[in-house]
């Protein structure tokens, strides 16, 4: 083993870095060794780079995040259970 410690990157470091990547000047192995990290890694952070970016312009004006409480098909489907259960019920009481 080796007593070289690990190199931590910040969040922004590593989109540089993928940025850089995703560019394509220079080649993976060749930004791997800049940034004194394995081409792997440089890989996986294009990958994920690519992976999450129209995330980033969805905002305000994008897709809303789905309410569990408001979400039309578990409230119909909540309505018709307790229709058949005041039917059940308005069964065996006489009403």
Do not use: C
Not at 8 to 24: C, D, R, S, Y
Not at 25 to 47: L, R
């Amino acid at each position: 083993m080796s007593n070289s410690k690990r190199k931590i990157f910040t969040g922004a470091q590593k989109a540089k870095i993928a940025l850089e990547a995703v560019k394509g000047a220079k080649t993976i192995n060749e930004i791997a060794q800049e940034h004194g990290v394995h081409p792997t890694q440089v890989s996986q952070w294009k990958k994920e780079l690519l992976d999450h970016a129209g995330s980033l312009f969805e905002g305000k004006r994008g897709p809303k995040p789905v309410n569990a409480q408001s979400d039309p098909d578990r409230l119909y489907a909540k309505i018709g259970q307790l229709n058949m259960e005041l039917d059940w019920l308005n069964s065996h009481t006489g009403h």
